[in-house]
């Protein structure tokens, strides 16, 4: 049992449940007057800036996809040109992130309640940051799609990390 200065936090083995309970003005503190559900003290209370600060930093991280998207779009004409590639065959190779997001936030999601959301997240940072990095190195269409999938893969799991630790 852990107690603070008004609430104390119990758990209840029986219904599998945590539970907040307000402290009695007794004196030996063993009289519990009130039951509360942790769920409704989230509900009802105000965020701190603690919670702020977590929200912002993941509202930062969630905008890292849309920058990786802009950057290959503004690079994908002189690409194709460079290469000499249709940009249509192109555009499908650029499009295969989606196919690793979606790799990576059924592998990585899943991970993220095993393994813990910080460590999944900067797990999937460092695989997405490898992945935008060795695209820089693609000579040909085949590398630019393996790197593709890779970043997104990384992406996927870092969108499935963050939105779960944001809710």
């Known amino acids: 049992m852990v107690c603070q200065e008004i609430l104390c936090l119990t758990y209840d083995p029986f219904w599998k449940e945590s539970y907040f309970y307000e402290r009695s003005t007794e004196h030996n503190g063993k009289n519990y007057t009130a039951m509360k559900d942790p769920r409704e003290i989230l509900d009802t209370a105000p965020m701190g800036r603690l919670q702020i600060m977590v929200v912002g930093i993941m509202c930062v991280l969630n905008a890292i996809d849309g920058f990786d998207v802009l950057s290959i779009s503004f690079a994908a004409p002189d690409i194709a040109r460079e290469w ?4 249509a065959a192109l555009g499908i190779v650029l499009s295969m992130e989606l196919v690793g997001m979606t790799i990576g936030s059924i ?3 899943g991970i993220a309640d095993r393994l813990g959301r910080r460590k999944t997240m900067l797990i999937c940072m ?3 940051a490898l992945g935008m990095l060795i695209t820089t190195t693609a000579s040909g269409i085949n590398e630019l799609l393996v790197y593709r999938v890779l970043t997104g893969i990384g992406l996927g799991g870092l969108l499935a990390a963050i939105t779960a630790q944001t809710a």
Do not use: F
């Open 107 to 109: 592998a990585l999601g």
């Open 84 to 87: 000499g590639v249709d940009r």
């Open 126 to 128: 460092t695989i997405m």
